[in-house]
């Protein structure tokens, strides 16, 4: 009996130990599968297209009295929370895109703009420099 202990006692350890590891791990499978459905816009269009479908399908049962008003209403409103939901997260990663760009746009153009004018102010002193030389240079020969 005892020898059974000693050899189950240290495997029960392990199997907690495991289990704690087990546990404190972070998966994060699910956020970079929700990240790249969401850049995929052939899934959007799926995801549409099998919206509709299900709506018609609802709309010909409904027709056809095999479902009550009531089903209809319930199914049809969970679907078009999903459309609303997906659509709301694909035009927010757009718009957020979109953003992005422009403030980079604006951000390079405004460097553009000050590197001529740094350039213009560079010639500018230069050619304030060389004006003050002639000056000089005109006093002393009339000296």
Request: no cysteine; charged share 30%.
């Amino acid at each position: 009996m005892q020898s059974l202990a000693l050899n189950i006692i240290p495997f029960y350890f392990l199997f907690i130990i495991f289990l704690i590891y087990l546990s404190g791990k972070k998966s994060t499978t699910f956020i970079k599968k929700k990240e790249t459905r969401i850049k995929d816009l052939s899934f959007f269009e799926d995801f549409v297209n099998d919206a509709e479908k299900k709506l018609i399908a609802l709309k010909e049962m409904y027709d056809q009295n095999l479902i009550t008003a009531k089903i209809y209403i319930t199914k049809t409103q969970f679907i078009a929370s999903q459309v609303k939901q997906n659509v709301e997260e694909v035009l927010i990663e757009e718009s957020i895109s979109l953003r992005e760009l422009n403030i980079h746009s604006e951000i390079k153009n405004n460097l553009k703009k000050k590197i001529k004018k740094a350039k213009n102010e560079t010639y500018k002193d230069n050619n304030l420099d060389s004006l003050i030389l002639a000056v000089d240079k005109g006093i002393e020969k009339r000296q």
